[in-house]
């Protein structure tokens, strides 16, 4: 007796490209069905509605906890530039906009480019941490999960708000005695929500970027699932694209099976040379301390006593073609 294996069709949501348009026939398509808002999401609008849009206060991370792991390969609904051309910074960095920028100037606004990224930023913690240690340099943090990204976007926000307002405070007391706490007015870093695995390019020019950050990447300890892997040699082709000869890869996770993972597609990769800690540090790379202590994931496995493995690779000018390098 045969059966007939029932098979459920699954509706992908679309990925949004700046500058589409949309297909002529959308009006013909099915509307999706309502799905009712999770009582997670619930709370969460709850608490955002109840914040103003000009609030000091940080956001809450109860509010925005998500799963750690997220599938690259599924088709989450995402917005993307067809190209870096297209891209619109003038949101994400409004301080360090050229002061003759137009509408229709958006890709070239800025003063100047991003220059550093940090992959899967998480909460944020080594985009808060570089942003006084790299104060004239643009950094961008990219994370996959919508709630992370929102909470980190939200943080930045109050963060800016009680920058302005400690600058207030410290000009209406300059003739008294009362000190105002320094702190850095964070507008030198943003994030976004994306996939790097599949838009990298989207965003970054060849050779824009000098640093490139993989701190504590999911591990996909399956076997089967390493191919969700941050790192692996068509990746490491893309960081090489958008790096600039020089600039540097800065891995870090506590999970020696990565960090092998990691090492072995870098070291193999021709783009690619291995460079110790102790001649970044001895060049003066401040990043090298905030990555190892900075971030969320680095300061619980500090909690927990456990083990730390880094490396550093830095982007070569002309890596040899592969005849020569034999």
Known sequence: MRYKRNERKRKSAPHVVVGDTPPSDTASMDPPEEQEPSKKKLKRDEYLDSVPQRSTKLPQKKFFRQRAHANPFSDHALTYPATPDDMDWTEHYPAFLKPTTTSSDTAQALKSRVEVTDIGCGYGGLLFALAGRLPQTLILGLEIRTSVTDFVANKIRAMRQQYIQNEATASANASCDVQVTDSTDMQNISVLRANTMKFLPNFFYHSQLSKIFLCFPDPHFKARKHKARIVSSTLCSEYAYVLRPGGIVYTITDVQDLH???????????????????????????????????????????????????????????PPWPEEAS
């Open 260 to 318: 092998e993972w990691m090492a072995k597609h870098f070291d193999s990769h021709l783009s690619f040379q291995r460079v110790e800690e102790a001649q970044l540090v001895e060049d003066g790379d401040v990043c090298v301390a905030a990555m190892k202590s900075e971030t969320e994931e680095g300061k619980k496995v500090e909690r927990n006593l456990g083990r730390k493995f880094t490396a550093y690779w830095r982007r070569l000018e002309d």
